[in-house]
Structures are given as C-alpha cells and as structure tokens.
C-alpha cells in the first residue's frame, strides 16, 4: 500500500534532526517513507502505513496543545507504539499512571519515567540508564512491591556491586551482612518508604525480600522474582552476565546504573556499558534513557549534572623527570639508606 500524508503545521519537528526519527521508523515498521514539501508519501503494509499517519496525527494534535517531545522522546515512544498497537502516541503521552506500592501512591514526574514504568510493565527485562536524581530505583523498587502485592511474583530480590564510591572503608566491624549493609542502604530506605517497618522486617525475614550484594547470586536461578540490580555501572563484564544470566521463568528484571559514575579501578570495563552495546537489538530487552531534565531531586541536582557535562578538564601539565626531584629535607630517607648523611657514625 502505498499512501501520500500531508505534512501540515508543526509537524515537521516530528522528522528529529537529518530525518533521523522517520529512518526509525522506517527500520521499525519496514516502511518506506518520501518527504517532500508539503506532503510525505508511506508505502508498506496497511497497518504500518496507518499506523504512521496515527503516529503523525497524533504528533500535530499534540503540538496543538503545547505539548513539546524531544526527539529522544519521540524515538522512545515510536518504539512502544510500534510494539504494541493497541496504544498511541497520545495514550503514552497524556494517558495516566499511578502507581499503588503499599502505602505510596508512586506517579512518574517526567516522560521518560512514565516510559521506564511502561516498559517495565510490558519487558521482561529494563535497563534504566541516566544520572542521579532520576527516580530510577525508586520507581523500579515500587512497580517491584506493586507486582509482590498483587501476587504477580512471589518475591522481591535487590543486588548491587559493593564498591567504594572511591574512598577506602577498610575492613568494617560485624557480621558478612553488616558488613554490606551500608552499600545496599539505599535499597532499604526506598522499600521502608513503601511499607510498613513490621511488614519489611517480615519479609527480609522469610525471605520474600532478599538484599544482597551481587556476589551472592553466582549459581542461583530465579524463578517467579522481581530482581534489581542497582548501580549497574560499577558491575565488571563478568558480573553483568553472571547477573543476566540468573534469571529463570515468570521472573522481571530492572538494571539500573549512570554510566557517567563508574568507579570500578581503573582498566576495569563497565559492565553496563558493554550490555549496552550487545543487547541493544535482542527482542524483548527495552532500554530507557533518562536525562537532566528527569532530575526530581534539589534544583541545583540539574543544574550541577549539566555543569559538570559541559565541563572539560585541562590537560595534565609536563610531568617532571627523577632527575628534577629535589633533595630529601629534614631528614628524608632516600631508597637503600637509612637516613644519616653520609661519612657521619650514629
């Protein structure tokens, strides 16, 4: 089918930038698409070449209304649409969504976290990348007690790498759990924001919500779970697969992590960033990117991200040679003596 849609007022931001939102859909839908000056021409399927005149129509009453999408936006949300056709740009768009997790009633802030909520609920597997202050924990931890709640999984399982956020805590008092406990702490406030002290106690108890350092899942298979992996970034190669790999049957799978705060030791690859990279294209694995402009935390988060993006450091100066050492003062020891001068006893 081949079919010719006029363009129409404000509708040509819709193409992003070299046309880069229509070769999208083109590659998404295997349409063909011609742009000309007042009308563009689809040719494909008659589902595809209607669902591109909706996707535009949609777009125009949108801009209409004041509504301004990015063209990251856009992309996000042409994949959904053209996933699932029972919904429409303008359903992902203005169409609501709460969230009941225990005693919260959880509503996205931003576009990009009603995307994240969406995809979680449609994709077995989310991963959620973007910079601190985005809500990605804890939205992920509420649509996590919203399907333990409804009976939809049977536990809740939280994981994140235990690395120094670059300081050195040295060897902590107490048992293997108080040990990890601080690295894990933001796990639990998000889910005591959400539930009862009495029914988190319970849970951790029997085992219905397990926090855990990522080690302790090497070996394990995970049915019938809702798994969160936090701080995804400061996961080795080795560990994002392991992780990924653990998944078992009717079980959903968050990965969140700002790959802009790595602190693995230097050499180390992120793990995230190489899942990025393999499993952009695998079926049924949704991916959401949030930005700056998704910060729900302080004013000033947003502004400082942004500083520090637009931020470029100077180059290190001339490093200088050991010839261009000063002597050792006060007494200094230098290599393979003892600290006296020389010629000179006790």
Do not use: W
């Not at 303008?90 to 969406?118: C, F, I, W």
């Not at 048992?175 to 319970?202: F, G, I, N, S």
């Amino acid at each position: 089918m081949k079919k010719t849609i006029p363009i129409g007022e404000g509708v040509a931001d819709f193409f992003g930038t070299y046309d880069g939102n229509i070769k999208y859909l083109e590659s998404l839908l295997d349409v063909e698409v011609q742009i000309r000056e007042q009308d563009l021409t689809v040719e494909g399927t008659p589902e595809h070449v209607g669902l591109v005149e909706q996707l535009l129509e949609d777009y125009r009453t949108l801009r209409s209304e004041g509504v301004s999408l990015s063209s990251d936006d856009l992309k996000s949300i042409i994949r959904i649409v053209s996933e699932d056709n029972s919904v429409t740009l303008r359903d992902v768009v203005t169409g609501p969504r709460h969230v009941e997790a225990g005693r919260r009633r959880v509503s996205p802030k931003t576009l990009n976290q009603k995307l994240y909520m969406d995809a979680i609920e449609r994709y077995d597997m989310v991963f959620g990348i973007g910079p601190a202050g985005t809500g990605k924990t804890y939205l992920a931890v509420s649509m996590a007690v919203r399907a333990l709640l409804a009976k939809r999984v049977s536990r809740i399982v939280l994981t994140r790498p235990a690395v120094e956020a670059g300081e050195r805590l040295g060897f902590l008092p107490g048992t293997l759990e108080e040990k990890v406990d601080p690295y894990l702490r933001p796990l639990y406030d998000a889910l005591y924001d959400m539930l009862d002290a009495d029914r988190v106690e319970r849970y951790l108890e029997r085992r219905v919500v397990e926090v855990a350092p990522i080690a302790f899942m090497r070996g394990r298979t995970l049915n019938d779970a809702f798994v969160i992996l936090d701080e995804a970034q400061n996961t080795t190669s080795e560990q994002m697969k392991m992780c990924l790999t653990r998944i078992g049957f009717s079980s959903k799978a968050v990965i969140n992590g700002d790959v802009t705060q790595i602190d693995l030791p230097f050499g180390r690859r992120s793990g995230l960033v190489e899942a990025g990279q393999i499993l952009a294209q695998v079926p049924g694995i949704a991916f959401v990117h949030f930005n700056d402009g998704d910060v729900v935390r302080h004013p000033l988060v947003a502004d400082i991200i942004r500083a520090y993006q637009s931020y470029v450091p100077e180059p290190p100066g001339p490093q200088p040679s050991p010839t261009d050492q000063p002597p050792p003062e006060f007494g200094g020891r230098e290599a393979g003596t003892d600290g006296r001068e020389p010629g000179r006893e006790g």
